[in-house]
């Protein structure tokens, strides 16, 4: 079965500050990789996802994430967070057959100081 | 615009009432999904719908029903059997490949009082 663990429920950084949020995934084939944001009372948004190819990717609002599959990680990464980053983030991953339900981590909380 | 909508934001409910919470997307996408959220918990799969008139249990279906009579429209009833209702409940719509991405809602909040 497959598995997502994100270690860190807190982050705190200061505004401009860089920004690494790991997530570890667990599962038996090539993963197919997603991180998620979510402001307060709203829905996810997609941030980037992996499928194959470029191990770096790179997504929207200055995110990028680094596949790595002999740490089966999946780490986001952004050089300067702004104060707008505060938010929820989330690691999933996705099956690859039956029903293609991904799965998704407890997620990581951002706090930004000033 | 293509969206998903889901309505209402806010939804109070007293103890022993079945409570509907509508969900709907004009992606065309095939499936579509419920999750429930609540804090420290991440998202869990309440019930999916890869095509009309099919959907399936996810990990926490008891006490929650769902119907799929339209491609558009995935509308997940919280019954009174649920022994926990309040929490933020989140509908995502994606098209059937395993890379597709999936689009959440907004998300309607249920209090149960």
């Known amino acids: 079965a497959q598995s997502v663990t994100q270690p860190d429920i807190h982050i705190t950084v200061s505004e401009g500050a860089s920004l690494e949020l790991r997530c570890n995934y667990s599962y038996g084939a090539t993963p197919y990789l997603f991180w998620y944001v979510q402001s307060p009372g709203q829905g996810l948004q997609l941030l980037l996802k992996?499928?194959?190819?470029?191990?770096l990717v790179q997504g929207i609002k200055g995110f990028e994430a680094e596949f790595k599959r002999s740490q089966s990680s999946f780490n986001l990464r952004k050089p300067s967070v702004h104060w707008s980053d505060a938010a929820e983030y989330f690691c999933a991953v996705g099956s690859s057959g039956g029903s293609y339900i991904p799965t998704f981590g407890r997620g990581t909380s951002l706090i930004v100081h000033p | 615009d293509g969206g998903i909508t889901q309505s209402p934001k806010y939804l109070f409910r007293k103890e022993g009432q079945n409570v509907t919470l509508s969900c709907e997307q004009n992606l065309n996408h095939d499936a579509m999904y419920w999750y429930r959220q609540d804090p420290g918990q991440g998202l869990r799969l309440i019930y999916y719908s890869q095509i009309v008139n099919d959907f399936q249990k996810g990990d926490i279906a008891e006490g929650y029903s769902v119907s799929r009579e339209k491609k558009e429209s995935f509308p997940l009833t919280v019954t009174s059997a649920q022994k926990n209702p309040t929490a933020f409940y989140l509908c995502?719509?994606?098209?059937?490949?395993?890379?597709?991405?999936?689009?959440f809602g907004p998300g309607t909040r249920l209090t149960v009082l």
């Open positions: 992996y499928f194959s190819g470029d191990t």
């Open positions: 995502a719509s994606k098209m059937r490949g395993s890379t597709d991405t999936q689009y």
